[in-house]
C-alpha cells in the first residue's frame, strides 16, 4: 500500500473565536503550551504517518511559517538520538486564501487537495484538541478492505451540539437517522471515490475553487451503506470559542499540577 497521507483542515476563519483570531489562525492558538494544530501532527507521528497536507486561508502564511515543510516533532526524551521518520512530517500546503481568496469549505478543500491525497487518506480539522487518538495503521488496513467510501470516528456530544450529527448501527454503520446521534468527532478515513460523481461533482483539483461542505457527500453515501463508524471517547474538545479555549488550557493545568501516584 502506498503511504498514507492525512489533510488537516486549517482555512477557517474562527469567527466564533474573535477576538483571538483577528491576528492569529486558530490552529495556532496555545493548548498545553503548544500550537493546537501541533497536537494532531504528534499524534499522526505516533501512528507512524508522517504526510501532511494542510489546507489555508485566513492568516495561512502564519501557518507555514510556523510548521515549515520539514516539521521536527519533539522527542519523547531529551536524550540526543537520529530522528526517525515519524519524528519528521512532511507536510504539503493547499493555499486556499492565496489561490481563491478564501476557504473551499470542507469538501471543496478536500477536493482541491485530492491530487496529493491518494486512494485512502486521513481527514482531521486543525482545531479540534483529541490528543490521545490513535491514528492506527490496522484502522487503514481494514477500512481499505472494507469498500466503504468513509469510516468515522463519533464522539459523546458536547454541551454545545446535545442532539448530535450521526447514529451508529449494531453493524458499525453510519446513519443519517437515528433515534440516538452522535456527534461526528472531524476525525475520519475516506476514500477518493467520495469525491468523485455520482457524490461530487467538483473536478478533481477543484480549479475553480467551489465551495462546498462535506456533510450531503457523507449523508449521500451513509443513505447507500457506503460510511462506517465508532465510537471514540478519550479527551476531545472541538477548541470553537474563546470561552472553550480558557477551560481546556484550565483543566490542563489543574492535571499537570496532581502528583502522579
Known sequence: M???????????????????????????????????????????????????????????DQISQTFGHDFILQPASNRPHTLSKQERMTINYSHEGLDFGGALETAGGIVRALPRLGEVFWVLAGDVFAPDFMFSPDAVRRFAASGKLAHIWLVPNPAHNLKGDFGMAPDGLALNQAEVKYTYSTIGLYRSALFAPPFCGIP??????????????????????????????????????????????????????????
Open 2 to 60: 502506498s503511504p498514507i497521507i492525512a489533510m488537516i483542515l486549517a482555512a477557517g476563519r474562527g469567527e466564533r473565536m474573535r477576538p483571538l483570531t483577528d491576528h492569529t489562525p486558530k490552529p495556532l492558538l496555545q493548548v498545553g503550551g503548544k500550537p493546537l494544530m501541533q497536537w494532531p501532527l504528534e499524534a499522526l507521528g505516533r501512528g507512524g504517518f508522517n504526510q501532511v497536507v494542510v489546507n489555508t486561508a485566513w492568516l495561512g
Open 204 to 261: 478533481k483539483g477543484n480549479p475553480d475553487g467551489i465551495k462546498a461542505p462535506l456533510a450531503p457527500l457523507l449523508r449521500a453515501a451513509m443513505a447507500q451503506g457506503l460510511v462506517s463508524a465508532e465510537m471514540y471517547t478519550g479527551d476531545w474538545t472541538d477548541v470553537g470559542t474563546p470561552e472553550r479555549l480558557q477551560f481546556l488550557n484550565q483543566n490542563r493545568a489543574l492535571r499537570q499540577a496532581q502528583p502522579h501516584p
